[in-house]
């Protein structure tokens, strides 16, 4: 179905010009049933194409996760996962998950060795581009303004810092408070959990939290591009 076109301003580039809906967070990550009613922010082609590849692979790296809850949301991505890696045309999608793909060992929580399992390298680059996106995208959708482009959307995945560092630090942990005991909240279904909160004198700077999945968290900022 050819996309409806109408002329706006992209909340990402903020150029003006034909723009379409984009969904944020990305549409792959819902279940096609749940996906009437989702946010859209206006995209110009040039953006709004530029996501596919990297959504897709934020995707996969979400469905792999094995502290995934088991419900529909979860079987949905899996199965997702599973088709798109089996197109003829996901073949350097597939290579490249093979070298990402070691075996490593696994313990039980009190340390007992269970065994290899297999686990991905992440290319934590791409998922932090698409999860600065949706910062952008969420902050026009829940203050009605865009993000000017002289200030800058930037995320700190927590789940990647394996040994807690991000998540414990007294600062991180006083703006969590903050932001989920005064901030905006909106919540869509078990697939997104989001709190936002305005800083300081700053009409643009923000704090976030965004849960995706039950499982996959990150905080965001937004501040001035050169504070
Ligand atoms: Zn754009």
């Known amino acids: 179905m050819p996309r409806r076109q109408r002329t706006g301003e992209c909340v990402y580039c903020g150029r003006t010009g034909p723009v379409t809906a984009d969904h944020v967070p990305p549409k792959c990550?819902?279940?096609?049933?749940?996906?009437?009613?989702?946010?859209?922010?206006?995209?110009?082609?040039?953006?709004?194409?530029?996501?596919?590849?990297?959504?897709?692979?934020?995707?996969?790296?979400l469905s792999f996760r094995?502290?995934?809850?088991?419900?529909?949301?979860?079987?949905?991505?899996?199965?997702?996962?599973?088709?798109?890696?089996?197109?003829?045309?996901?073949?350097?999608?597939?290579?490249?998950?093979?070298?990402?793909?070691?075996?490593?060992p696994l313990h039980s929580e009190g340390g007992i060795y269970l065994g290899h399992a297999p686990s991905l390298k992440i290319q934590s680059s791409r998922i932090i581009r698409?999860?600065?996106?949706?910062?952008?995208?969420?902050?026009?959708?829940?203050?009605?303004?865009?993000?000017?482009?002289?200030?800058?959307?930037?995320?700190?995945?927590?789940?990647?810092?394996?040994?807690?560092?991000?998540?414990?630090?007294?600062?991180?942990?006083?703006s969590l408070k903050l932001v989920v005991g005064t901030g905006v909240h909106k919540k869509y279904g078990d697939v997104l959990d989001v709190y936002a909160l305005h800083v300081e004198d700053d009409p643009f700077s923000s704090m976030w939290l965004v849960r995706l999945h039950e499982v996959f968290s990150f905080i965001g900022y937004t501040n001035p591009r050169d504070a």
């Open 29 to 61: 990550l819902f279940p096609r049933e749940s996906r009437l009613n989702l946010m859209t922010v206006d995209a110009c082609n040039t953006c709004n194409s530029s996501f596919k590849q990297d959504d897709e692979y934020f995707r996969i790296v």
């Open 66 to 104: 094995s502290d995934l809850p088991q419900n529909e949301n979860s079987e949905f991505l899996k199965s997702q996962t599973k088709r798109s890696l089996k197109k003829v045309e996901a073949k350097g999608l597939r290579k490249s998950l093979r070298a990402a793909t070691s075996l490593r």
């Open 130 to 174: 698409t999860s600065d996106r949706i910062i952008r995208g969420l902050y026009s959708k829940l203050f009605g303004v865009s993000l000017p482009q002289i200030y800058e959307a930037s995320a700190v995945l927590l789940d990647l810092q394996r040994d807690g560092s991000a998540i414990n630090h007294p600062d991180v942990q006083e």
